[in-house]
């Protein structure tokens, strides 16, 4: 094919449209503004240990195997632990297990007599989210509020580091905005609602998916793919449109001319972009709230560690007033994260819960970290190491009123035919949905320069 195609942005979102392209004979350019692609997306290997200063895992779908399989590292995958599946909430200074689906929680002696009454009312709520309803007042209106402060808002710091009253239930959860939309009921539609076949994923297939050598050999191996079309150290200043049907992208180096255009960065990076096409768009794009994340790594022997670490990690609820979100336990999830003998914890701060905390010294957050971990796991002795890793805009927050930028880029692929955004902020947040949304991207173009 003839047609030449820019991606902008070196993200795991960049490098599968751009690999997606090149794999079906598209003329491809990546520009990337730093000295590696990966976006946030780093493994790091430090005396022994792998740390992992972006995303640890990704869930498994049907696009990522396809992905995996045709890279040619499936040989590479390293499924967690069996006993990742136990998941941890703090309440009361205690760490409590819960149940890997909601309807478990009725057996669990850490929730009231009341607040499991009120889970087996939820087929029988009547009531339906709104258009800009929250997550946390659609959870309290179907589950009630012992659920939402000691579930829910828990999961919601994991997930997005978000606030639950501000957060789009609609747009941030999507699937269960439909579900009660569609069975009325959250646990009817668990039950009854119809599978999509061709998403089906292998039997035995793990839940989530990382490598043995951590979760950049995903992006490697992309990167590997597409050498000579990345350029690397190169920013995008502005993109111009061209005649009716192409684009001119400037660069510190120079300016190019494109038959179509990718916009794969953050919604802050966008902005500037694309200002001299649409200011509305622009302007909704720098709207996008990123709440700080400060994450500390911090290794100690077994025998320092009084309650063993046995499970996929904690989160702390809101109500727990305690200065981290909760920590992941790395080493008990993976093997051949810490050598033998050692716990490895990755403990993450901050999010709009406490974004000012996130800014505070390495020293600082070091020892935030390490006064959390000893009151609840019990640990004597310091570190064998700690790393800290400030993300100042972390993960974009899919907030009340997200419509508005939703039907601002949908604009603007209209009037702007070529020009397409591929990018966490857009359809979803984890590494999963970015590649979902990659593959969709990818087909767009092409109908496009087939057109």
């Known amino acids: 094919m003839s047609k030449s195609v820019c991606v902008i942005g070196g993200g795991i979102s960049g490098l599968y449209v751009a690999y997606g392209l090149k794999f079906v004979g598209v003329d491809v350019t990546l520009f990337e503004k730093d000295s590696a692609v990966g976006g946030n ?5 430090c005396d022994g240990f792998l740390i992992e200063r972006g ?42 297990a819960l ?33 800009n309803e929250s997550v946390s007042a659609f959870f309290e209106r179907r589950l009630g509020k012992e659920i939402v402060d000691y579930v829910v808002d828990p999961f919601i710091s994991g997930i997005y580091a978000g606030d639950p009253q501000k957060l789009s239930i609609r747009h941030a959860f999507p699937r269960l ?3 009660e939309r569609d069975f009325g009921s959250l646990l009817k539609g668990a039950i009854f609602r119809r599978k999509d076949k061709a998403s089906k994923l292998p039997k035995d297939t793990p839940r989530s998916i990382t490598f043995k050598k951590g979760m950049q050999t995903l992006t ?3 990167s590997n793919n597409l050498k000579e079309n990345i350029r690397l150290g190169t920013s995008v200043t502005k993109i111009t449109k061209v005649g009716s049907q192409k684009f001119r992208i ?47 790594f911090t290794a100690f022997k077994h025998e320092n560690v009084r309650t063993d670490p046995n499970g996929f990690g904690f989160l702390v609820p809101g109500i727990e007033r305690r200065q981290i979100l909760g920590s992941l336990w790395t080493s008990s999830v993976f093997e051949n994260r810490a050598p033998k003998g050692y716990h490895l914890f990755t403990t993450f701060i901050g999010g709009s819960r406490n974004a000012d905390i996130a800014r505070k010294s390495d020293d600082r957050l070091i020892q935030i970290a390490l006064d959390e971990l000893d009151s609840i796991l019990g640990i004597e002795g310091s570190p064998e190491f700690a790393i800290v890793k400030k993300w100042e805009k972390a993960i974009p927050q899919y907030n009340i009123g997200y419509e508005i930028l939703v039907e601002a880029i949908e604009a603007f692929k209209s009037n702007n035919p070529g020009v397409f955004f591929c990018s966490n902020f857009y359809k979803g947040i984890s ?10 991207t990818t087909q767009e173009v092409l109908d496009h320069l087939n057109a």
């Open 55 to 96: 995303p640890n895992t990704t869930l498994a779908s049907r696009e990522l195997l396809d992905l995996i399989n045709d890279l040619g590292i499936s040989d590479q995958v390293a499924p967690p632990n069996p006993n990742a599946k136990r998941r941890y909430i703090l309440r009361g200074g205690k760490l409590i």
């Open 177 to 179: 905005f439909e579900l």
């Open 250 to 296: 400037q660069t510190g180096a120079g300016e190019d001319t494109y038959d179509t255009v990718v916009v794969c960065t953050p919604a802050h990076s966008s902005a500037g972009m694309i200002e001299n096409f649409d200011s509305v768009l622009a302007k909704e794009l720098r709207s996008i709230h990123y709440p700080p994340i400060a994450v500390v």
């Open 220 to 222: 490697d191996a992309l």
């Open 41 to 45: 997306i780093k493994t790091e290997f």
């Open 99 to 131: 149940p890997s689906k909601i309807i478990g929680l009725i057996g669990n002696k850490a929730f009231s007599a009341k607040a499991k009454l009120r889970l087996l009312k939820e087929p029988f709520i009547r009531t339906r989210s709104t258009e």
């Open 431 to 440: 590494v999963g949905d970015c590649i979902k949304n990659s593959v969709a």
